[in-house]
């Protein structure tokens, strides 16, 4: 049996897994049902005992009342009363209150559309499902849920999964908003599954492929413009991509199931291993570029 961590330990800390991982993708008032049903006894963990869920808001309601930028947060000891009442966050709004009754059956309500969707997802093309998974995003993050909220984040994860192994095929308005929902869950896994996480090396996957390609179809004008910023300018982009594939990589590398005894390393890390080869073989065509340029001058 081999057991890693995902980031560095000191001695003595304590170690904690997800009793089922992916419960993780649920906000905390389904999750702690779904322990209590199942378990019978209430998590104490440090995301669990927060409200705010560190600040992700996976549970958050957004204010119903114009103008207010607040959000609906679940009380602490929600779980524990018997009529719980959620407050506005924004303190100008603090008188605001609702029954946790009526907040979780519009949360319910948002939550059947989204099982409805799913139910027929595997029977829709691609292009179908792309449209009903931003539809649903559109309709909901902010607007009543908090654009945080499991659900969005559902409906984003699974945009960004039935999408990654299509990206050559997205338009270039459509590549940026892959990229945007890419960034957006990766900010959400830094919080949650931080270091050397599945979630995070996916995203970062995803992220590295996707700038890659956007940076591939400018890279060619972007070299024939006269600005002096141009060169430190694809320096950046190039940078961006590495730093995603080499911290993609950390989690790949180790990837044990898809790797045969023979193998040093899986073919999803074998790939990522010769995308960055092709990322090295971009800073020197650059440095050549500019060297050829400085001898022309």
């Not at 005894?261 to 990322?279: K, R, S, T």
């Amino acid at each position: 049996m081999r057991i890693r961590t995902s980031q560095a330990i000191e001695k003595g800390e304590i170690l904690t897994v997800s009793y089922n991982p992916n419960w993780g993708y649920f906000g905390n008032l389904k999750r702690m049902k779904m322990i209590g049903d199942t378990g019978g006894f209430r998590c104490n963990c440090r995301r669990c005992a927060d409200p705010t869920e560190l600040n992700t808001f996976m549970s958050s309601l957004t204010c119903p009342l114009p103008n207010c930028t607040g959000n609906f947060v679940p009380p602490v000891n929600s779980s524990t009363e018997k009529f719980p009442i959620w407050t506005c966050s924004n303190n100008p709004c603090q008188c605001i209150v609702c029954p946790e009754t009526e907040l979780l059956q519009l949360t319910e309500n948002v939550e059947q559309e989204w099982n409805e969707i799913i139910s027929n997802f595997k029977f829709l093309p691609v292009s179908v499902s792309v449209q009903l998974m931003g539809k649903f995003i559109s309709s909901h993050s902010g607007t009543m849920l908090h654009r945080h909220h499991w659900l969005i984040q559902q409906a984003s994860r699974t945009l960004v999964r039935t999408v990654g192994n299509h990206i050559k095929e997205l338009s270039a308005h459509h590549l940026i908003d892959f990229i945007t929902q890419c960034r957006y869950l990766l900010e959400i896994a830094n919080i949650l599954n931080p270091g050397i996480s599945l979630e995070r090396a996916l995203m970062q996957l995803y992220l590295s492929r996707a700038l890659f390609l956007q940076y591939k179809s400018k890279h060619e004008s972007m070299l024939h413009q006269n600005h002096g910023d141009t060169s430190q300018k694809i320096v950046q982009i190039l940078d961006e991509i590495r730093y995603f594939q080499q911290e993609s990589f950390l989690y790949w590398r180790n990837d044990i199931q898809s790797k045969s005894l023979q193998e040093p390393m899986g073919f999803e890390a074998q790939q990522l291993n010769g995308e960055i080869i092709m990322v090295l073989s971009e800073y020197e065509h650059l440095i050549n570029n500019t060297n050829a340029a400085t001898i022309n001058c």
